[in-house]
């Protein structure tokens, strides 16, 4: 099983910048392989939209509501994702979730895995 821990929400004027951070983590002497992540936000009363995915080819793919202001980073080597947004507006207040796909060995057995975050709020003020 692989778990997803994110921080980093909070509350910022406009125009500020936050960074969120989603740590995955398995079982004892497991490893894992990252393949995709994605990144969505729920507004209050509203439907969970995706914000920022891994694309295909190394690429990324950003929501057009987003596109210039957030960026998506991994730190492979500490099975960490980053999502750095900066310029935020008040249309921005949402929860934010991390949600990552891949692969977990334990053993040289490997098991796909589809977890996400617990999410974290984040508010933006005018």
């Known amino acids: 099983q692989v778990q997803l821990v994110e921080s980093g929400g909070g509350l910022v004027q406009a125009g500020g910048s936050l960074r969120l951070t989603c740590a995955a983590s398995g079982s004892s002497g497991s490893v894992l392989r990252i393949n995709a992540i994605d990144w969505y936000r729920q507004a209050p009363g509203g439907q969970r939209e995706l914000v920022a995915a891994t694309g295909t080819g190394g690429g990324a793919y950003y929501a057009d509501s987003v596109k210039g202001r957030f960026t998506m980073s991994r730190d492979n080597a500490k099975n960490t994702m980053y999502l750095q947004m900066n310029s935020l507006q008040p249309e921005d207040t949402a929860v934010y979730y991390c949600?990552?796909?891949?692969?977990?060995?334990?053993?040289?057995?490997?098991?796909?895995?589809?977890?996400w975050g617990q999410g974290t709020q984040v508010t933006v003020s005018s």
């Open positions: 949600n990552a796909r891949g692969i977990i060995y334990l053993s040289d057995f490997g098991t796909n895995f589809d977890s």
